[in-house]
T-cell receptor
Framework: DGGITQSPKYLFRKEGQNVTLSCEQN?????MYWYRQDPGQGLRLIYY???????QKGDIAEGYSVSREKKESFPLTVTSAQKNPTAFYLC???????????FGSGTRLTVV | KQEVTQIPAALSVPEGENLVLNCSFT??????LQWFRQDPGKGLTSLLL?????REQTSGRLNASLDKSSGRSTLYIAASQPGDSATYLC???????????FGPGTRLSVLP
């Protein structure tokens, strides 16, 4: 059953702590994306990767980091430099030009 | 820069009504347009994907049309049900660059 899996579903971060959100896909897609969604707001692009070992900053990359060591995996680290990390984080993947997006179920991150 | 807008921002209708959600985009250089549904606290579920060469797509009670030259798409929902209550987002995949640009969404409430 092909799809995209995000974990954990809920995550709590203490001040000054780095946390990593997992995103795994078995659709054999090259491109993967991380979005942030705040209440009542639209989706904002954090980082994206079109191929293994390569990634680009999106609109709000400050305070975040990513890696793409495997085609199936695109983890997102929320660093202590991100001053307002509480949000809903969504990972997505897509194939070639004619494909649409497939989204994961999201991770809700809360600062405690 | 591509901009995507959705009208109305919110809509409340009685059960059984047919309704139309609107999506507009400023740059017609797109590969495709995708309609999503998002339930509270959940990820995005793809409803329909329309390629730039297509005029419409249908799935069950849903019909999406695309007029690329005028920068418009509509999502038609027939015989609405309370289970259709959700936020509906449209996104366009630009033919330059690799990313989708999302609209802000329409929040739909179908009252029993």
């Amino acid at each position: 059953d092909g799809g995209i899996t995000q974990s954990p579903k809920y995550l709590f971060r203490k001040e000054g702590q780095n946390v990593t959100l997992s995103c795994e896909q078995n659709l054999n897609h090259d491109a993967m994306y991380w979005y942030r969604q705040d209440p009542g707001q639209g989706l904002r692009l954090i980082y994206y990767s079109q191929i293994v070992n390569d990634f680009q900053k999106g609109d709000i990359a400050e305070g975040y980091s990513v890696s793409r060591e495997k085609k199936e995996s695109f983890p997102l680290t929320v660093t202590s430099a991100q001053k307002n990390p509480t949000a809903f984080y969504l990972c997505a993947t897509t194939g070639g030009a004619g494909y649409g997006y497939t989204f994961g179920s999201g991770t809700r991150l809360t600062v405690v | 820069k591509q901009e995507v807008t959705q009208i109305p921002a919110a809509l409340s209708v009685p059960e059984g009504e047919n309704l139309v959600l609107n999506c507009s985009f400023t740059d017609s250089a797109i590969y495709n347009l995708q309609w999503f549904r998002q339930d509270p606290g959940k990820g995005l579920t793809s409803l329909l994907l329309i390629q730039s060469s297509q005029r419409e797509q249908t799935s069950g009670r849903l019909n999406a049309s695309l007029d690329k030259s005028s920068g418009r798409s509509t999502l038609y929902i027939a015989a609405s049900q309370p289970g259709d209550s959700a936020t509906y987002l449209c996104a366009v995949r630009q033919s330059y660059g690799q990313n989708f640009v999302f609209g802000p969404g329409t929040r739909l409430s179908v009252l029993p």
